[in-house]
């Protein structure tokens, strides 16, 4: 189940937008040097008839040839090697050394450059290779050698390759980070790395078969050799830089809503153990759906514990978030080499400086996934260049992350002013929802309190055409409406239409609507949704049974208490049906969310 688990989730990473940085360097270097030389094998034949002395030598360059065609399969490997020694132990052994949490990045960096020199200049890989010509299995000469090639380079990428984030790889992370690595937590790192590995061999050997239907490039494999040295040293410089995390924040992440339904997997999660301990400090946070547009309660915040520093506060003083009684307090975990946090980040800086002086305080929790990320200057440096002005506590031990059970990069609790939490998000999006949450709390907390216009912020989250979009059935932020009377607090009764567009919902009885929710005015009334989607969820408040015919089967919700998702519909794949819900007097519907 574990391997399973994780080679899903190493492939979802492998084919999402975290591959960019790398994949022209392995599309070159790791699939088109190791195609065949047209040149060297016609040379090949033609020495077949010569002389003896000269057979023997093109031999051995047919048995170079030959040998080189590991190429792509050892890269792949060495990532696979790298990716999961720095993982798992890279930490703890920098740590025993007293060495800088860095320091395998620059060191993948530097040999990235190097082999990237070595490939523009002949001379230069000879100079490399001198050192180890007299150790057996490395000898160019023989044939061991040969089939390291690519290996090294391999171990470089996989010092700098840098994973989306995503459920498995903050289990894994937190593993390494806490100490807690056993059998189990080796086999779901393995089988990550080579799930998001495998990806990347089928775009190397595309590379080699491309090269090699091609007569342009399989005679010009000096070209080729030159281009990929050439793409190494730009990824090098580009990473010393950080251009390819720029590059990346364009790209919308296609895979998140793949992510989110592994994540929201309860079997997923039990098996990957995915959030920490449950305590008495957060075992109400399960009270709040992650999904949930409006405000719920969830249990007094957990604290914020066990940072090895702060910066941009007062003297780079902690914060204590009991002392924080009285404001809106935004917690907001994140990694600042992680692309889904770089995208949210503006919207946090957005808030921060709409809503600070208004009661809001955002606090970022760096939680690193990575070795690297765990230097306070890279920390410093990566929120400056977000713009993050706003407190950060870096919580290199995953304390603070263990505290609230998290899993997620990024990951957004909504606090009160009385230090409650009402609202918990994972993942990018949801954006609006979250800022109008804001906007409620401080006006709770100060009922005088002028707020500035809302934030004008374009959400970049990748929207999937394959569902249905959010339904609010409120009257400020009703979508999806598909009946033809007038929506709104004056219209009592509704019926159903004579025929309902896909992906709306038409009301029938006699129902009161108000801004954020509708509910019975008499001893039920019906609403009727024409949904497509694998996973149907409607978000409810109050007390009642809610029951629901969904495609003919029927559904029984026992509603008890403040706003939270109720599930309509679970299916093996996404399909497109009709639910009709029937909700009784003294129960508030909010909206329908889909998965």
């Not at 230097?375 to 407190?391: D, F, M, S, T």
């Not at 497509?532 to 919700?557: H, W």
């Not at 519909?569 to 329908?592: C, H, K, N, W």
Request: glycine share 10%; with cysteine.
């Amino acid at each position: 189940m574990l391997a399973l688990i994780g080679l899903l989730g190493g492939f979802i990473t492998g084919i999402s937008p975290c591959i960019i940085p790398v994949l022209p360097v392995i599309l070159f270097s790791g699939g088109m040097q190791s195609a065949r030389d047209e040149q060297a094998s016609d040379a090949s034949a033609d020495a077949a008839q010569g002389s003896g002395g000269v057979a023997t030598a093109t031999r051995a360059s047919v048995k170079q040839r030959s040998i080189s065609r590991w190429r792509p399969y050892l890269v792949i490997s060495g990532i696979v090697v790298s990716f999961t020694l720095m993982t798992l132990a890279g930490s703890l052994v920098l740590s025993l050394l007293g060495l800088p949490q860095d320091v395998l990045r620059w060191a993948g960096i530097i040999v990235l450059a190097l082999i990237g020199v070595g490939l523009i200049v002949p001379q230069f890989q000879h100079l490399l290779e001198k050192p180890f010509e007299k150790l057996p299995f490395l000898q160019t000469a023989g044939e061991k050698s040969s089939k390291l090639q690519g290996f090294p380079l391999g171990l470089a990428l996989g010092a700098v390759y840098v994973p989306c984030a995503g459920p498995v790889l903050a289990a894994i992370t937190v593993a390494g980070s806490t100490g807690q690595i056993g059998a189990d937590t080796v086999v779901l790192t393995v089988s990550f790395a080579i799930g998001a590995a495998l990806p990347l061999l089928f775009f190397a050997l595309a590379g080699r078969g491309l090269a090699e239907r091609i007569k342009a490039f399989r005679k010009r494999q000096g070209v080729i050799r030159t281009v990929s040295g050439a793409l190494m040293l730009l990824l090098a410089l580009g990473l010393v830089f950080d251009v390819p995390a720029r590059l990346q924040r364009l790209v919308p992440d296609y895979t998140s809503a793949i992510q989110e339904y592994i994540a929201g997997n309860e079997e997923v999660q039990e098996a990957i153990s995915i959030g920490g301990l449950e305590t008495e400090e957060n075992q109400d946070l399960d009270l709040c759906d992650p999904g949930a547009t409006e405000l719920q309660e969830c249990g007094t915040a957990p604290s914020i514990r066990g940072i090895d520093s702060w910066f941009n506060t007062d003297g780079d003083q902690p914060i204590d978030l009991a002392e924080l009684r009285g404001q809106v307090v935004l917690v907001d975990f994140w990694a600042y080499s992680c692309i889904n946090c770089q995208r949210s980040t503006p919207h946090m800086n957005a808030w921060y400086d709409a809503y600070a002086d208004a009661g809001l305080q955002v606090i970022g929790v760096h939680s690193p996934e990575y070795a690297f990320e765990k230097e306070r200057p890279n920390v410093i440096q990566g929120a400056e260049a977000l713009g993050i002005e706003y407190p950060v506590a870096i919580d290199n031990s995953l304390s603070t992350w263990t505290n609230y059970r998290n899993a997620y990069w990024p990951a957004r609790y909504l606090i009160d002013a009385e230090g409650t939490v009402r609202n918990v998000h994972f993942g990018e999006g949801q954006y609006r929802e979250g800022e109008q949450m804001i906007r409620e709390l401080l006006q709770q907390a100060n009922p005088d309190v002028e707020l500035p216009p809302v934030t004008e912020m374009s959400d970049e989250t990748p929207v999937n055409t394959e569902i249905t979009p959010e339904s609010y059935l409120g009257t400020t932020k009703v979508q999806n409406f598909g009946g033809e009377e007038r929506y709104s607090t004056q219209t009592e009764d509704f019926a159903y239409p004579a025929e309902q567009a896909a992906d709306t919902f038409a009301l029938d009885g006699a129902w009161q609507l108000e801004t954020q929710f509708v509910t019975p005015r008499g001893d039920s009334a019906d609403v009727r949704l024409q949904y497509r989607g694998q996973e149907v969820r409607m978000v409810l408040a109050g007390e009642g049974t809610v029951v629901a015919d969904v495609d003919g089967e029927r559904v029984e919700i026992p509603v008890s208490g403040t706003p939270r998702s109720y599930e309509l519909l679970r299916a093996d794949a996404s399909q497109e049906g009709t639910i009709e819900v029937t909700v009784p007097a003294g129960v508030e519907a909010y909206s329908f969310t889909f998965g």
